[in-house]
């Protein structure tokens, strides 16, 4: 067996590339002795000097060998200098990448700094180069903007500029700047030459609308994020040619099948359909074949179309309170894709088998033409179950909705045995008026028509992935890898502070961090554990290697069910097209070797849909409170740094910050183990989780932010940990007590 110190260096050198077959293969193991170095590759990965990404074992802050970076500067040179787009901060500051020249034709476009290319990543002779890693770009991403966004207000000399990113400072516009730009405009600026004193100085280059206007706070985030949300004129030609998709080729007349949507109240479309029965297979006592329909977009999208590239350019459809930016114009979305009731319509479905237990015997995919019996709110599907059925439902309610449930009730035996992770996270919708204001803020009831179409869909994604699989095709699974060690140790170290612990040995399954859920449900320290367990999760990316999805506790995983909204989705009917023989649309050739680019770029795009939508529920709650300074509120701490602590309203989910310099009068040391800021005098303790009263005392609409200041009092620290504190604070060198702004200058010291 090779040495712990001999595997680590064949990992530092081929980053990104080793894998346990490729260790065995260069140091000659095989046989029993496979078994022990996988003994050792656990002890390292245990250690915390080694991890595993989708099979390929890496060091800690590692680059994976096909990354995205983003260009940051030139060098002396004149080559560019980059960073990993997506740098996990635990590993310190990001690894800096020299860009070397590409061989060939000339990229188009040309990368310049700012933008964002997919690379191949190689280590380097850090004394040859003075970087530790070269790269070489295949494809430039969609350029960032350049530009600042913020809002024009005139002044009697001219005009600020009041930035959309909190992070930026506002900037003077003389007259001769503003390029036609009126007060409360949002704009975009670009900065000139830098003056010695003052504020920075700008021009106006766009004038993108007016603040007052009905969707202004939802343009803030698509600007600032730069999504495309206008379609180009030949997409929109397109999709508007397009013919509805007739009986033929092969497809299956499912017309006959009262196949049923349960949606939102308000959506308008509608891309899955469900149906239920039990099994008169006598093999199968007490069993139920379950229907999942799916828009056939494949249909409609073909590769490589105007259609297709936008599709993937967006990613994802974005939905704001106020309007929804679609992944496709709404001619294919919302008409010709849209499961209506009582219209044809193509669509892949998948029939499932599964046992009284709730274990999926067997499945089948076809390429059908449907007619849905009927459109179904959550609301409405399940006051008919509960006994309330209304005129739509009624007639619907034996035939249709009583075998669904019953369906559900067989199939949650099977997911309860499966434990998904299991977190009580309730979620807040934010419900606009007609002036694009803020009309209410509730909490959805979560009914068991939302859970029964939940576990219908996974199901679904789950067989298509099984089916492909077997099939050998490729596919862009979604995958979701368990936490980090560094993310483990730090949720250890919280839990023990509550007299809770984390097993250390072993792979931890969802059903562990299950058993902690269950211990503190309905107690005081509910919502801080269910919290603080969600930020040990990783997230949740696309990828064609399959490592399995932890928090739903499954082997394979990918995205089927929502081909109007996801590109994902839309690859994988490609891929049960083509692999199953079902007619036109199917995956294109050559697209193994695009797929990791692809799966980079749907991530990206949902990670920014994901911010942009956060933005605007900030930006719109921020409004709504501008007239509100000095209320009161309560809420819970949902955040604890250095730099202060990040409180929730109870009465509208808002986050505001506190500064930590203006809580009470000691001085407080942020205690990460406790997720906590600590008086170091008064052992006074204000920790994640906490009911805190709170004073609003600012707000910046246009960033989104607001500012609080403490009401509450703390908790108290017992005597002893207080002790204990106060010796570990006074070996950082600071001091126990006393106000900041009590020390000379009035700032912290």
């Not at 004038?207 to 030949?234: L, N, R, W």
């Not at 009624?394 to 434990?419: Q, S």
């Not at 990040?646 to 509208?652: G, Q, S």
């Amino acid at each position: 067996m090779p040495s712990r110190e001999a595997i680590l260096a064949y990992i530092a050198e081929h980053p990104g590339k080793a894998t346990k077959r490729e260790i065995s293969k260069h140091f000659g193991i095989s046989g029993g002795a496979r078994i022990a170095l996988k003994r050792l590759l656990k002890e390292l990965s245990e250690d915390g000097l080694v991890e595993k990404h989708r099979k390929k074992l890496t060091r800690p802050g590692d680059i994976p060998a096909i990354t995205v970076l983003l260009i940051t500067e030139r060098d002396d040179d004149g080559e560019f200098v980059a960073q990993p787009a997506n740098w996990d901060s635990d590993h310190g500051s990001p690894l800096r990448v020299l860009i070397r020249q590409n061989r060939g034709k000339p990229l188009v476009p040309a990368p310049g700094v700012g933008d964002r290319v997919l690379a191949h990543v190689d280590p380097a002779d850090l004394g040859e180069t003075g970087f530790a890693h070269t790269a070489r770009i295949i494809k430039v991403l969609e350029k960032r903007a350049a530009s600042i966004l913020g809002v024009v207000r005139i002044t009697p000399g001219g005009a600020r500029i009041e930035p959309v990113d909190r992070k930026q400072k506002e900037a003077d516009v003389s007259p001769d700047d503003l390029n036609g730009a009126k007060n409360g405009d949002l704009v975009s600026v670009e900065p000139k030459r830098a003056t010695r004193y003052g504020l920075p100085r700008v021009r106006v280059i766009e004038v993108i609308g007016e603040m007052t206007s009905e969707k202004a706070v939802s343009m803030i985030a698509i600007h600032a994020h730069d999504i495309p949300y206008i379609f180009p004129a030949q997409v929109l030609e397109d999709a508007e040619a397009a013919k509805p998709a007739k009986l033929s080729g092969g497809r299956e007349d499912w017309r006959d099948i009262p196949l049923v949507t349960i949606d939102p109240a308000d959506a308008k479309d509608h891309d899955d359909a469900v149906y239920a029965e039990p099994d008169t297979d006598p093999e199968n006592p007490g069993g139920f074949l379950v229907t999942v329909a799916i828009a056939d977009v494949a249909w409609y999208v073909r590769p490589n179309s105007p259609l297709d590239r936008e599709a993937l350019k967006r990613g994802n459809s974005v939905y704001f309170p106020d309007r929804v930016v679609p992944m496709l114009p709404e001619r294919i979305s919302n008409d010709l894709c849209s499961l209506r009731e009582s219209e044809d319509r193509p669509a892949l479905a998948v029939r499932m088998q599964f046992t009284a237990e709730g274990k999926k015997k067997f499945h089948w995919f076809h390429r059908i033409m449907m007619r849905s019996a009927a459109k179904l709110s959550y609301q409405q599907a399940q006051a008919a179950i509960d006994g309330r059925p209304d005129d739509k439902t009624g007639p619907l309610l034996e035939p249709i909705l009583k075998p669904l449930w019953a369906a559900y009730a067989v199939m949650k035996r099977g997911r309860d045995n499966r434990e998904p992770l299991d977190l009580d996270l309730p979620e807040r919708k934010v419900i606009v008026g007609a002036d694009g204001a803020i009309d209410r803020i509730v909490v959805p009831e979560r009914l068991d028509a939302h859970k029964l179409i939940e576990e219908f869909m996974i199901q679904a994604n789950v067989a298509a992935a099984e089916t492909l699989e077997r099939k050998g095709s490729p596919l862009v699974y979604r995958v979701h890898d368990a936490p980090s060690l560094a993310k483990l140790e730090s949720l250890r170290e919280f839990l023990a502070t509550i007299e809770m612990n984390l097993p250390k040995s072993g792979n931890l399954r969802p059903s562990n961090f299950n058993t902690i859920l269950d211990r503190v449900k309905d107690s005081e320290h509910a919502a801080l554990v269910n919290e603080v367990v969600l930020r040990s999760q990783s997230q949740a990316i696309y990828s064609p290697e399959n490592i399995g999805h932890f928090g739903l506790n499954l082997r394979r995983y990918a995205h089927f069910t929502s081909p109007i909204r996801r590109y994902a989705d839309l690859i994988v009917h490609r891929a049960l097209i083509r692999s199953l023989e079902m007619g036109e649309g199917g995956l294109q050739d050559g697209i193994d070797k695009d797929l990791e680019a692809i799966a980079q770029e749907i991530s990206g795009a949902e990670r920014r849909a994901m911010a942009a939508e956060r933005e605007t529920i900030d930006r719109l709650v921020a409004h709504w409170l501008a007239d509100r300074i000095g209320a009161h509120f309560f809420g819970r701490i949902a955040g604890v740094t250095r730099a202060g602590l990040f409180v929730k309203l109870d009465e509208t989910g808002a986050d505001g910050f506190v500064p930590i310099g203006s809580i009470g009068s000691d001085f407080y040391q942020f205690d990460e183990a406790r997720q906590a800021v600590i008086g170091a005098r008064n052992g006074e303790m204000f920790r994640l989780g906490d009911t805190v009263e709170v004073k609003l005392v600012e707000v910046a609409p246009v960033a989104g932010a607001l500012r609080f200041e403490l009401m509450s009092d703390g908790k108290m620290l017992p005597k002893g940990e207080r002790k204990v504190a106060e010796r570990e604070f006074r070996g950082r060198g600071r001091p126990t007590g006393g106000s900041f702004k009590g020390r000379p200058g009035g700032k912290r010291r």
